[in-house]
C-alpha cells in the first residue's frame, strides 16, 4: 500500500518553470524506481523520467532532455521533477510511479504504483 502524491502542478508561460514533487508513504514502499509520467488529452501516457533510488542512474524521454531533471531525496521519501524551459508539449497531467521490483537496467518500468497525478498546463 505505496501511496504517492504529487504536486507543483500549475500553469506556467511558454519558456518558464516548474517543480513536480511525489512524496511517498507507506509501510511497503521500497526505494527502487521512481518514474515520471505524462498524458496529454487524447495520448497515451508516455515515460518522462526516471532514477534509480540506489546510485542514482537516470533516464529521460527525448524531448525533455537538457530540459528536465529527476531528483531523489531519501530522507523525505521524495522525487522531484524540475521542469525547465517548458513549451506547449509538456501540457500534460504528470503522474508519479513507483516500481516494486529494483533497477535491471531500465528505469522505464515496470511501475507498479501510481499517484493521481499533478496538471501541468504551459501557455504560449
Known amino acids: 500500500q505505496v501511496q504517492l502524491v504529487e504536486r507543483g502542478g500549475g500553469l506556467v508561460q511558454a519558456g518558464g518553470s516548474l517543480r513536480l514533487s511525489c512524496a511517498a508513504s507507506?509501510?511497503?514502499?521500497?526505494?527502487?524506481?521512481m518514474g515520471w509520467f505524462r498524458q496529454a488529452p487524447g495520448k497515451e501516457r508516455e515515460f518522462v523520467a526516471g532514477?534509480?533510488?540506489?546510485?542514482?542512474?537516470?533516464d529521460y524521454a527525448e524531448s525533455v532532455k537538457g530540459r528536465f531533471t529527476i531528483s531523489t531525496s531519501n530522507t523525505q521519501n521524495t522525487v522531484y521533477l524540475q521542469m525547465n524551459t517548458l513549451n506547449s508539449e509538456d501540457t500534460a497531467v504528470y503522474y508519479c510511479?513507483?516500481?516494486?521490483?529494483?533497477?535491471?537496467?531500465?528505469?522505464?518500468?515496470?511501475?507498479?504504483?501510481w499517484g493521481q497525478g499533478t496538471q501541468v498546463t504551459v501557455s504560449s
Open positions: 532514477i534509480n533510488w540506489r546510485g542514482g542512474a537516470t
Open positions: 510511479a513507483a516500481s516494486n521490483s529494483p533497477y535491471l537496467g531500465s528505469l522505464r518500468g515496470p511501475y507498479a504504483t
Open positions: 507507506g509501510r511497503t514502499f521500497n526505494k527502487y524506481m
